[in-house]
């Protein structure tokens, strides 16, 4: 079994789609070891996306996930990692993410694209690490 850590970015919170993410990630048949709601920090925010740090993006990407609270999960299954990649669809919405993904169904832009998904088992500890710190 294997976790990964989802974020329902502020988009995602302010537009009332948690319980959609939430229904997608139980109804695949993964469970929920942690969640919280979280104002999210510039500090959290940077340590975060710090691979993306120097991308035209950048600044842009830390104003809009610090610009509300974000629902913050723990989902841990058999392949979590790539299943929840699979539910979130591609980063592009339009171009990426298929219909019946959760950016497929409910964005249009690249950056407001509603949900975050770790993208490796490695990448998955370190923001665990980041987000739960006291997670066991
Ligand atoms: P996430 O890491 O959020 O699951 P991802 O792995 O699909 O998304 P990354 O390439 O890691 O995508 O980019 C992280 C996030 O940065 C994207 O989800 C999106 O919100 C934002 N982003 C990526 N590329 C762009 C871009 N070209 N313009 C604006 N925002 C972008």
């Keep these: 079994s294997e976790r990964t850590l989802v974020l329902v970015k502020p ?3 302010a537009r009332g789609l948690v319980g959609e993410v939430l229904v997608r990630i139980e109804r ?3 469970k929920l070891a942690a969640l919280e709601l979280k104002n999210v920090t510039e500090d959290l925010a940077s340590q ?6 120097g991308k035209p993006f950048y ?5 809009f996930i610090t610009s509300g609270p974000v ?8 392949r979590a990692v790539s299943a929840f990649r699979q539910i979130a669809g591609g980063t592009d919405p339009v171009e990426k993410a298929a219909p019946g993904s959760v950016r497929g169904d409910f964005a249009l832009e690249v950056q407001e694209n509603i949900v975050h998904g770790s993208d490796s088992t490695e990448s998955a ?4 690490s ?5 997670l066991p």
């Design 11 to 13: 988009d995602g919170v």
């Design 28 to 30: 695949r048949g993964l």
């Design 48 to 53: 975060h996306y710090a691979e993306h740090n």
């Design 59 to 63: 600044q842009s990407l830390l104003d």
């Design 71 to 78: 629902v913050a999960i723990v989902v841990e299954g058999p």
């Design 125 to 128: 500890a370190r923001e665990i």
């Design 130 to 134: 980041l987000w739960f710190p006291d």
